[in-house]
């Protein structure tokens, strides 16, 4: 099955500063790579996703890259912000049958410090 | 977006007794909904995959008799957790998907249950 690992576990930035984190995931078949805003206690936040079909995708001041033959993403957040602070969260999901599951990576901590 | 209502959002029960967590799709249909469990300071990880009527997939290592899943209808699974202990504690959280096909969408969760077993 998929199994997709993140790093870092935490990161320290200061306000201002960029932030990037990445995932690597093993299933070849995973075409779906979502990325997640975690508030302690509440639901994960969608807050970019990209397919398989692009390399690159941009939503203000965040962005995703994809390299589909390294099997890595990356989440970048520029301009951060203490409000960024927060438990983000990487994920890889297929098409049908046992790889239509959304496998999470292991979470990155990231805090902006003001 | 679509929505996923989870209740209870927290419950504290007794070691030994059950609870029942529901999960709801509030404006659309989902076939298929998703349970995962959320230790402190861990991610997300995937108990099981509910099947509107047919039987849930477990994940490897997670107990099918322990955490008994019912999908009776298109909008509704609930999860629940027998005989519960301590170490069942947790934050428990359902997510849906809009649609099946050949585009894989966007995933919406619930709200989440801490459940709490003294």
């Known amino acids: 099955g998929e199994n997709v690992e993140q790093h870092p576990s935490t990161l320290s930035v200061q306000e201002g500063d960029s932030a990037v984190i990445k995932c690597t995931y093993s299933?070849?078949?995973?075409?779906?790579f979502p990325w997640y805003k975690q508030e302690l206690g509440k639901r994960p936040q969608l807050i970019i996703d990209?397919?398989?079909?692009?390399g690159e995708k941009k939503d203000q001041r965040i962005a995703v890259t994809l390299n589909k033959t390294a099997k890595h993403f990356s989440l970048h957040i520029t301009e951060t912000q203490p409000e960024d602070s927060a438990v983000y969260f990487c994920?890889?999901?297929?098409?049908?049958?046992?790889?239509?599951?959304?496998?999470f990576g292991t979470g990155t901590l990231l805090a902006v410090q003001p | 977006g679509a929505v996923v209502s989870q209740h209870p959002s927290w419950v504290i029960c007794k070691s030994g007794t059950s609870v029942k967590i529901e999960c709801r799709s509030l404006?659309?249909?989902?076939?298929?909904m998703f349970w995962y469990r959320q230790f402190p300071k861990q991610s997300l990880m995937l108990m099981a995959t509910?099947?509107?009527?047919?039987?849930?997939?477990?994940e490897q290592g997670v107990e099918k008799d322990k955490f008994l899943i019912n999908h009776a209808s298109l909008t509704l699974s609930t999860l629940t957790v027998t005989s519960a202990h301590p170490e069942d504690s947790s934050f428990y959280i359902c997510?849906?998907?809009?649609?099946?096909?050949?585009?894989?969408?966007?995933?919406?969760f619930g709200q989440g249950t801490r459940l709490t077993v003294v």
């Open positions: 997510s849906a998907s809009v649609g099946q096909g050949t585009l894989n969408t966007e995933a919406f």
């Open positions: 994920a890889a999901k297929g098409y049908g049958g046992a790889t239509n599951k959304l496998i």
């Open positions: 299933d070849s078949a995973s075409n779906y």
């Open positions: 509910s099947n509107e009527g047919s039987k849930a997939t477990y």
């Open positions: 990209i397919r398989s079909n692009v």
């Open positions: 404006d659309f249909q989902a076939t298929t």
